[in-house]
């Protein structure tokens, strides 16, 4: 006798979300759309995943690479210059 387990399936309560941008801007994008890489990059400097940005892996990878190409060549900052941490000030 042998068991069989059930596999579970998880179904996606919530619709997929909204995209930033259109298919064709990402498979046209480069290093030097600044204004455009902008957009998938949060306050704080770090790249936003696909669950907030709404497009999928394969283009994640690629506007990934592009933002740390853009930023080698200090196009983007590696980190951001808000103002929302106090001057910390040791004695």
């Given at each position: 006798m042998s068991k069989k387990k059930k596999r579970k399936i998880f179904q996606k309560n919530e619709p997929p979300k909204q995209?930033?941008?259109s298919?064709?801007?990402i498979e046209e994008a480069t290093y030097k759309d600044v204004d455009l890489l902008k957009k998938f990059i949060s306050d704080r400097g770090k790249i936003r995943p696909t669950q907030i940005?709404?497009?999928?892996?394969?283009?994640q990878l690629k506007i990934?690479?592009?933002?740390?190409?853009a930023r080698e060549l200090a196009?983007?900052?590696y980190v951001s210059t808000s103002n929302y941490k106090?001057?910390?000030n040791r004695r």
């Open positions: 995209r930033r941008v298919k064709k801007e940005t709404g497009i999928t892996r394969q283009e990934a690479r592009l933002v740390k190409i196009l983007l900052p106090a001057p910390y």
